[in-house]
């Protein structure tokens, strides 16, 4: 099985929009208050559609949706403005993800055909359950109020999936950074089981990846009590300490989706100033970046991956997403590298 490249979804505004602009835009498409003819909503689809298509043109396999918005607030609004009868459930026709509208729409076919594209793959990227809990009720989860958190889930899971002659939903990854590393987090494995298998439950009908995108591997024994597919893990936290085995991979049938290109701009930038003394921030040079984060170091980490976890690897990209990179320009390199290392591992 060869392994696809992917990312994990945010990336960088351009300039001439801010995040609170676009936020803004987006939920009054969800709220059906602006139509595709208003100025916003083209605004809104040109910024999506063209950082879309950065990610298309780097070699990324999977793409997931360009995310510029808070991955809380741009599902948890929609589920507080339009509950239905039970508590947080949202109604079925506002679980919407705006720039899922207009990734399919004619327009950004027509892109696509002007540059030689007859299909993408897209990866879709929503907040879970257990992070929408957390955030919004507490520490101490009820597994039925989860339970509804995870319909909520499920009815954008099933809004998300796109099966278009140029843009086809082949991954839906739930995100939940919070699992694994929340030491203050009270719920049963059994609750944690059920609210992920009701939120994954219509991909899984339709043949689609499902995978958890996670940023700790502390719970890695009750995601695979789960029907996800695909888990998440960042290779440098996996050197240590290989609580995600190969064998319980094989085990359960599940698949791992390596995290092999570091998405924290911040560290890598300190780590160049401690070596040379030069603060990238003030220098605005981001090129030297890539002194640090280099495309062999990428293709190491992969290949030590490999190692460990063989044909297990369905998927790599970068540890996390790439929303707070300085521009779209050194995001678009580091996917290019994380892609470059990927298809030219020879595995």
Not at 5 to 28: Q, V
Not at 39 to 67: C, G, I, R, W
Not at 270 to 296: H, P, R, S
Request: net charge negative.
């Amino acid at each position: 099985m060869s392994i696809l490249s992917d990312d994990i979804g945010s990336f960088p505004l351009p300039n001439g929009i801010s995040r609170n602009e676009i936020s803004l835009i987006a939920e009054k498409i969800s709220c059906k208050e602006i139509s595709e003819k208003d100025e916003q909503y083209k605004k809104f689809s040109d910024v999506v559609q063209d950082a879309m298509l950065k990610k298309v043109f780097v070699n990324v396999d999977v793409p997931t949706y360009p995310q510029f918005r808070d991955m809380i607030a741009s599902f948890y609004n929609l589920m507080a403005q339009f509950q239905s009868d039970e508590p947080f459930v949202i109604k079925d026709e506002y679980a919407i993800i705006p720039e899922l509208l207009v990734l399919s729409n004619d327009k950004f076919r027509e892109k696509l055909e002007n540059f030689g594209i007859e299909c993408i793959n897209l990866r879709v990227c929503i907040t879970g359950p257990v992070d929408l809990y957390l955030n919004k009720i507490g520490f101490q989860i009820d597994g039925e109020i989860l339970a509804n958190f995870a319909k909520s889930v499920g009815k954008f899971v099933k809004n998300a999936i796109i099966d278009k002659k140029f843009i086809k939903t082949t991954v839906i990854a739930i995100d939940e950074p919070s699992v694994g590393l929340n030491s203050n987090m009270i719920a049963s494995d059994d609750d944690l089981i059920n609210g992920w298998n009701i939120a994954i439950e219509t991909a899984k009908r339709n043949n689609i990846d499902t995978e958890i995108h996670l940023h700790s591997v502390n719970k890695v024994d009750t995601v695979l009590k789960s029907y996800i597919d695909v888990i998440d893990a960042d290779v440098e936290n996996l050197k240590d300490r290989y609580s995600l085995q190969k064998k319980d991979l094989e085990r359960y049938d599940k698949f791992m989706r390596a995290g092999i290109a570091k998405s924290n701009v911040f560290d890598i930038v300190e780590d160049y100033k401690k070596a040379d003394n030069i603060d990238l921030w003030a220098t605005k040079n981001y090129d030297k970046i890539f002194e640090v984060e280099t495309q062999k170091v990428i293709s190491n980490r992969l290949n030590k991956a490999y190692k460990i976890y063989g044909e297990r690897i369905k998927y790599a990209g970068p540890t996390c997403g790439l929303g707070s990179w300085p521009t779209q320009e050194s995001a678009s390199k580091l996917l290019q590298y994380s892609a470059n290392a990927v298809h030219g591992a020879g595995l």
